[in-house]
């Protein structure tokens, strides 16, 4: 067998199990994207304590359409709306995984929602620090 996939259609979901008595919440957020079709690049702009992680790469069938990239939650920025090709909402799935600098977790966690066909909106609970998101909307045959 091979160990690489599809770019154009896969998927990257990040699970991530820290050390909960000594991390800070921003040591829990870990960006993952594709570098090529058989590697990833893992980033997390905390460090101290141990992360364990959980990848799972999901490549779809020909008729599924995934879009991809990334954007960033800038200092002073807290939600952000991100163009996309055309989908139809009822059919499309949104994942995204993201790093953070700062520690609170329930200000610094993001919430991502196919705002409409045509956008994604990205939102957290304040506007200090840099957010990086890698960002996947899978659009499912008719």
Known sequence: ??????????????????????ATSSQFYLMVRFVSNSAVMVTR???????????????YESD???????????????????PINSVNREKSELHFTFNT??????????????????????????TSGLTQIQWFVVTHPS
């Open 1 to 22: 067998g091979t160990n690489s996939v599809n770019l154009s259609k896969s998927v990257i979901k990040v699970k991530a199990f820290p050390n909960l008595y000594a």
């Open 45 to 59: 702009r905390s460090t101290g304590v141990a992360l364990e992680f959980e990848l799972e790469i999901t490549e």
């Open 101 to 126: 600098e700062r520690s609170g977790e329930y200000l610094h966690n993001v919430i991502g929602t196919l705002e409409s066909g045509t956008s994604i909106n990205f939102a957290r609970g304040t």
């Open 64 to 82: 599924v359409a995934i879009q991809s990239g990334t954007t960033n939650l800038s200092d002073g920025v807290a939600r952000l709306s991100v």
